[in-house]
């Protein structure tokens, strides 16, 4: 088989620029691929590679490389429209197999509507199960290339940097200044055999021998009170450590709300909130690696999730204008050139960091990678992603539409204004269970219990609601109502000053002295549950569409992982479901984060996400009153 | 007159994706544009604007923002061929001046070969004279808008940078994360009212109100021995303030191999290097910004051209491969994104820095930059540009073709290695005159004669060889013969210790308290001249041209400024030829500099001599000896 030269195609017209194709003038500024034997029709944007069109709709193209233009094995055959040949093509296919439409799959871009006839698999690619049981096929942008260079000689003066950008040349990398401050020792020292490391389109570092095995990504979640980092074998998909710690900003104030005051208060505030949750970064990463044995210098790239105000504080950006209407961020996506040293992240210096995007004040970069895991912009079920936390974020899609918005719920969820309230932590009672005559408790650290968090409180509410002895309206019986209804409870109906409460442990005679729920702790969940239930509400009216279509719940963050289903659905905190429907989602923005670390498509995703979701204001929406006030009682 | 729509266009298919037009298989790669009503052809990469490729070639087109798509004076008329509408042509045009082919020539890429009609010009470009008489239009990469921003509502929640970015949304901007921390203070505390400053396409800060008319940059020439730093305002083209400084490197060498060594012996000299280098840089910008009272943050660019040694250093770059055969580079061409903070330099903090990039490791950056300044690349006549120093570098260019080489000339021209040598400092004989009974002196600083510089060095070897005192081979004649040749310098002809010397100035009454000429420094300098040309010997071979058919020679850098056309011809440092042709260049690195910061077409020029150049090594030529034999004795 002889390879076709460029001369012989420039001839034929196959190496015309590209643009020639029919592009397809229907609208949507969208061409069609039609892909067979599977008889599968996907429009995507003009100029994406029918390898990226694949993979994004779940049609398997043989590759191991991924996509990177490496393994020439994603070759496919277009039988109806045409394709430009790429400069890899040319070396991969004889002249006749290009005019039969041979091309490689990962360098041929749709600009007009094609046929695609894919070729069986003959190895499978390599995938990893990252975020709500997302399938995701391994095209990370760390890539790592041992190559073996000619030394330099009198006839051959070319650069050092041209030498290994010349063993590459599929790829067009920019060299980062790191990397040129240490070529010229790398090479001389390992006699010309290195390894580049190469992120997205960045040259980071020259490394002397073979190190392709060695690849890793800090994933990193940004929550405003923990922080959990997770180190990844990019090479494998698999997590090489975990570690998580408080958020080091802590004592500027549990909520953003807080953190945001203390910058408005007091101009040093800003500079030393950057710091602390820089040094949260630092310690995390050190740690991380260190459990794993790897070093810093291994990690060549960062992903970080978090609302718009951790991720506003930890750049350094001034966050006032989030925490005060009309709520605007600085900016929704960030610059492809952070770095991690921008986060004061001891990783490789020249390691670009990925920060996530933000739809809006209230619904940042945390979110959307919560939505990325869960595949909001895929899955084609009616779904309600619900983020329960002081400000509550709620997205609606079907695979078609998506739309967002953020409601706010205040610090009941996480204990605050709550009279025995308390964080998730030990002595926090976490589950409750009411039975005819007893109070069966769940209590974090397995000691006695010292005070109520959110799950916990949700449980008693939903319990006493289940039981009648809490009224639609969320007003507590009376102890001699409470009598009649549960003779067994009836003692734990007290009052601590003026105000009715039912004690669920107790801690001495007095209730005062015990930890109880309120009748003012009712009130408070009563607004909580009642803003997100009016969120969620809006969103399913602008979708046209009832409570009871929607087919999955998922509540996600780290308290939407403990709330029992069954108390979420009483209190009215989600639509009324078979519990089967609502699912906890866990720390889905970590995992969004692991996701752009491992695929650059997934990475592509999170971007269009922001194009595809709308926002929807609450604060001026002229119904947000009066469905808030309908959303008060508890459901029937 | 009405707008077109887009839509309109669509239907017409004036909006095809870029490709479409007929491109040039002429197989040069370049596409032809025919200027009317100049009937002036030129040929331009694909690609390149109308509004390029008639600047390049010297035809005015209208306007007075120099091509940046914002004041739309350039309005040509395609002819012939087609040129896809841009963005703001629909602006700008209605839909029958489209269909009559009106584009604005700044947004018109010449994809296939056209004819261009030009109107006659309306407002005279904004142009500086720079470097050797060019004439360049103003088009610096720094930008400045004002803009007027709506300020955020709940109806209108754009992100902070998106408000900036929709205004002038004519550019494609990339903002550093400096701008993303200043903007939300910035814009409230001016009411929304700002200037947007560009670089490029990087959006480098947002200031306060008006500023558009304070936009600076700082050129800097990098010399081994004298630094020297020009604060431009970009706006007129003209310099703010200049200043220079001997490089603090000096205590570790004069020339650039005993600096090499220096970071080969000690590891830590590197980083010392680097931080003397940019002590030098800082040291200068603060100088030229106090003299000037501008604000170090408006010098939002600078411009950096220096050897390859030299940059390296200043970079952190270890240069040891520079320094031993054969003589490898780290890189050509400098990244993108070095920033001005790399070069250790206190202006704006997000300020970009452009390299120059560099031929080889002895044709530095200095010499691309000088190349420009003297419009190598661009003059029609035969021209050799010198370099003259320890390395000395030699370019020859006839508008079609450049080649260019380094020889190794030796310290002689700088007072190394000759008996009474000096640097060019207070003392220094500088110019030799003889007359039949005296000698003639030029002494730098109006002091007592105390050494010999480079220019006076050859002007004494020049004054001699005319007098007949020093033989075609470089001999001194004995003192018996220069009482007959010339009575009245007689005396002059002694000996120091074994050696015969020729006394310039008197300092007692012997010769070896006085500065004088000895045989050895005549040898040093044959061996210099020789090295400088053998080496435009070969390049005039190479051009298949004998050394009368030059047209022009530049005398470049400090030393060069200095020498005197006549004794330069007449010891054989420059061919034969009128003095009139051979011409001082003056700090053309510094002018070149300079031009880069004030057109982005001259940068561009800049990065295109990097392929146009061919470098030739000599130090792997067979006839380089031989030649070099040749070239040891004076010319008759």
């Known amino acids: 088989m002889t390879r076709a030269s460029r001369s012989d195609l420039h001839r034929e017209g196959l190496l015309d620029p590209p643009g020639t194709p029919e592009v397809s003038h229907d609208g949507s500024g969208r061409v069609r691929l039609h892909f067979l034997p599977l008889e599968r029709d996907v429009r995507v944007p003009p100029g994406v590679t029918v390898f990226d069109a694949a993979s994004w709709n779940g049609i398997a193209i043989d590759s191991t490389c991924g996509g990177h233009g490496t393994c020439k094995k994603c070759r496919i055959r277009i039988t109806s429209g045409s394709v430009p040949v790429s400069r890899l093509d040319v070396r991969c296919f004889t002249a006749d197999e290009l005019r039969d439409g041979w091309r490689l799959a990962c360098m041929a871009a749709a600009l007009g509507d094609v046929s695609v006839d894919v070729p069986p698999l003959s190895t499978r690619p390599k995938a990893a199960t990252v975020g709500v049981g997302r399938q995701v096929i391994l095209r990370p942008a760390i890539q790592k290339r041992y190559v073996e260079l000619a030394e330099p000689s009198l006839q051959d003066q070319r650069p050092d940097l041209d030498r290994v950008l010349d063993a590459i040349d599929d790829l067009e990398l920019r060299p980062d200044l790191h990397v040129l401050r240490r070529l010229p020792g790398v090479l001389r020292s390992s006699s010309f055999a290195v390894t580049a490391v190469v992120v997205d389109d960045v040259l980071v570092d020259v490394e002397p021998g073979d190190t392709t095995g060695r690849r890793f990504g800090l994933a990193v979640d940004l929550g405003t009170t923990t922080v ?245 309206t969320g007003r507590l019986v009376s102890p001699e109502d409470a009598k009649e209804i549960a003779p067994g409870l009836a003692d734990r109906f007290c009052s601590v000053g003026a105000e009715r409460v039912f004690v669920l442990a107790w801690r001495g005679v007095e209730a005062a002295e015990s930890v109880y729920l309120s009748q003012r702790d009712v009130r408070e969940l009563q607004f909580a549950k009642a803003a997100i239930a009016t969120g969620w509400t809006l969103l399913l009216a602008e979708f046209g569409i009832e409570p009871g279509d929607v087919q999955q719940v998922l509540l996600a963050g780290s308290f939407g992982s403990y709330l029992s289903p069954a108390s979420a659905v009483r209190i009215g905190l989600v639509p009324k479901l078979s519990v089967l429907r609502i699912v906890s989602a866990g720390n889905v923005a970590g995992e969004g984060a692991k996701m752009v670390l491992l695929s650059m498509q997934e990475r592509a995703g999170a971007a269009a996400l922001l194009r595809e979701v709308r926002y929807v204001e609450l604060s001026d929406r002229p119904d947000f009153n009066d469905r808030f006030v309908d959303m008060l009682a508890f459901p029937g």
Chains 1, 2 share one sequence.
């Open 228 to 472: 959990v980092a997770t180190l990844l074998d990019t090479s494998t998909g698999t997590p090489a450590a975990v570690a998580s710690m408080l958020n080091k900003q802590q004592p500027f104030g549990a909520d953003v709300i807080t953190r945001i005051s203390a910058t408005m208060l007091d101009p040093s505030a800003l500079v030393r909130l950057r710091t602390l949750a820089q040094e949260t970064l630092a310690e995390l990463a050190v740690e991380v690696c260190a459990q794993a044995e790897v070093d810093p210098a291994e990690v060549y790239e960062v992903a970080l999730a978090g609302n718009a105000t951790m991720t506003a504080l930890v750049l350094g950006i001034d966050p006032e204008p989030l925490g005060v209407a009309p709520f605007v961020m600085s900016t929704a996506s960030w610059p492809a050139l952070l770095k991690a040293s921008d986060l004061g992240l001891p990783v490789h210096p020249a390691a670009p960091a990925v920060v996530f995007p933000a739809l809006g004040a209230y619904v940042g970069g945390d979110i959307v990678a919560g939505m990325l895991a869960s595949g909001m912009d895929r899955d084609k079920r009616l779904r309600l992603f619900i983020d329960v936390g002081t400000n509550c974020e709620i997205v609606l899609g079907d695979g078609e539409r998506i739309v967002a918005t953020a409601a706010p719920a205040g610090p009941a969820f996480e204990g605050g204004a709550i009279r025995c309230g308390m964080r998730a932590a030990d002595g926090a009672i976490e589950v409750v269970k009411l039975s005819e005559d007893d109070v069966g408790l769940q209590v974090i650290g397995d000691v006695d219990a010292v005070g109520l968090c959110g799950s916990g409180l949700v449980d008693a509410v939903a319990e006493l609601v289940r039981f009648g002895l809490l009224d639609s």
